[in-house]
C-alpha cells in the first residue's frame, strides 16, 4: 500500500502566490477537520450536507495530501480499489487559492506516489456535462488540463446528480 511522502513545491500564477508545502496525511480526525473545513468554504461545489459527511468521515479511513501555506488551503483524499487502480475520492482548494496551481500540485503529487508504487490508471468522479452548472463546467475543465478523459456518465450513484467518471492512464 502506498504511503504518503512530504513534497515542497511553489506555486505561481494568478495572484502570485508564494510557495505551499504538500504533505501526505494518514487518515485521522486532524485530516477530517481540514476537509470540512475546506467544504464549508465551498458551498457552491460542496452544498449537500449529507455527502459532505461523508467525505468528512472518509478522512478517517482514506490517505490524504494536504497542501499548507501556513493553514491548510487545499486537500485531496485518494482510494486504491486494486494494485494497479486508484481513485481521487475528493480534492478541495480554499476559493482564495484558486487558479494558483495548488490542485495541479495535489494531482500531480498523487500520480507520482501511485505509479511509484506501481498503479497505472486514476480515476476522478464530477457532475456530469447532462446537469449544466458553471462551477462543475470548471472542475471538468481542469481535469481535463490534468490529462484525464470522459469515460462514461452514469445516473446510478447519486438520483438526481449525474456522474462522470473520467479516468488517466498513469505513466
Request: net charge neutral; hydrophobic share 40%.
Amino acid at each position: 500500500m502506498m504511503t504518503a511522502r512530504p513534497a515542497r513545491w511553489h506555486a505561481f500564477g494568478m495572484g502570485g502566490t508564494g510557495g505551499c508545502e504538500i504533505v501526505g496525511m494518514a487518515p485521522s480526525h486532524e485530516l477530517a477537520a481540514i476537509t470540512e473545513r475546506l467544504l464549508r468554504a465551498l458551498p457552491s461545489w460542496f452544498g449537500i450536507p449529507e455527502a459532505n459527511a461523508e467525505y468528512v468521515e472518509s478522512a478517517t479511513h482514506l490517505p490524504g495530501l494536504v497542501a499548507r501555506s501556513g493553514d491548510p488551503v487545499g486537500v485531496l483524499l485518494s482510494r486504491r480499489h486494486f494494485p494497479g487502480s486508484a481513485e481521487i475520492h475528493l480534492m478541495a482548494v480554499d476559493p482564495q487559492w484558486h487558479r494558483r496551481g495548488i490542485g495541479k500540485a495535489l494531482v500531480a503529487t498523487l500520480e507520482t506516489q501511485l505509479i511509484n508504487d506501481g498503479c497505472r490508471l486514476l480515476q476522478v468522479k464530477t457532475l456530469g456535462m447532462s446537469r449544466p452548472d458553471v462551477g462543475y463546467a470548471a472542475t471538468r475543465a481542469f481535469y481535463l488540463s490534468c490529462g484525464f478523459e470522459p469515460l462514461e456518465e452514469t445516473h446510478d450513484l447519486r438520483p438526481g446528480n449525474p456522474c462522470l467518471i473520467m479516468v488517466k492512464p498513469l505513466r
